[in-house]
């Protein structure tokens, strides 16, 4: 049996990061069974960041790896009936989404003040108490020193959202028509997609991007 440690559910999620999102989805469309842990204390996780799997002795972190070990022990392909071109099209997509959109999300949730006291209560409350202080502090600080090193941090909430608002256009447009991005199933870029739209528009205080999701009709059909 699969242990598949995640942060806790929130903001009408079941868990509250949208990498914990996209495995979980992969891990029930494999059809491969596991066991929830939930946990809002990363210190002890792989790579000190959560999510991870534990499989016996072994212990397998991120989001990619755990895709790659869920394809490879099921001999399931995410990306099944796509071509070359797609799965390309498919790999610049989960970049996007997981390297740009993210950062502005985690910009609105840990770098906002009035969504931090939202974000501090989902994440942190499993930390002792006597420690919570200073833990809480210091992750959030190292969360928006990320956030700025990436260049998101850099930018005004305006322009945050200008940038952002340019890949949800481009989310549309591959999107058309289709239920989901490449055709009538979900793929591997859905996985990563839908997870961090849904992260945009449940984030407790609203902000640009999630309410320019809930705005546009192709979108939110799609989510």
């Known amino acids: 049996m699969i242990k598949f440690t995640v942060y806790p559910a929130a903001f009408e999620e079941p868990t509250a990061s949208p990498f914990c999102m996209k495995s979980l989805c992969m891990l029930q469309a494999a059809g491969v069974p596991f066991e929830i842990i939930e946990t809002g204390d990363p210190r ?15 212990e397998v972190p991120d989001s990619e790896q755990i895709r790659s070990f869920i394809e490879t022990i099921t001999d399931v392909d995410f990306d099944e009936g796509l071509s070359e071109r797609d799965r390309g099209i498919s790999r610049a997509l989960i970049r996007m989404v997981e390297e ?15 969504n931090w006291e939202y974000v501090k209560a989902a994440f942190f409350n499993e930390i002792p108490g006597f420690i919570r202080g200073f833990v809480k502090g210091h992750i959030r600080k190292q969360a928006l020193a990320q956030v700025r090193g990436q260049g998101t941090g850099l930018h005004s909430p305006e322009e945050r959202f200008d940038r952002v608002r340019r890949d949800l256009i481009a989310i549309r447009e591959v999107l058309g028509d289709k ?27 609203e902000k640009a991007t999630g309410r320019f999701i809930k705005q546009d009709k192709v979108l939110m059909a799609y989510v």
Not at 44 to 58: E, H
Not at 100 to 114: M, Q
């Open 100 to 114: 740009h959109i993210y950062f502005s999300i985690v910009a609105d949730r840990w770098g906002e003040d009035d």
């Open 179 to 205: 239920p989901f991005l490449f055709g009538d199933k979900a793929t591997a870029a859905d996985f990563s997609v839908v997870p961090m739209l849904r992260a945009a528009i449940v984030t407790p205080v």
């Open 44 to 58: 002890k996780a792989p790579k000190g960041k959560l999510l991870f799997i534990q499989v016996d002795d072994m």
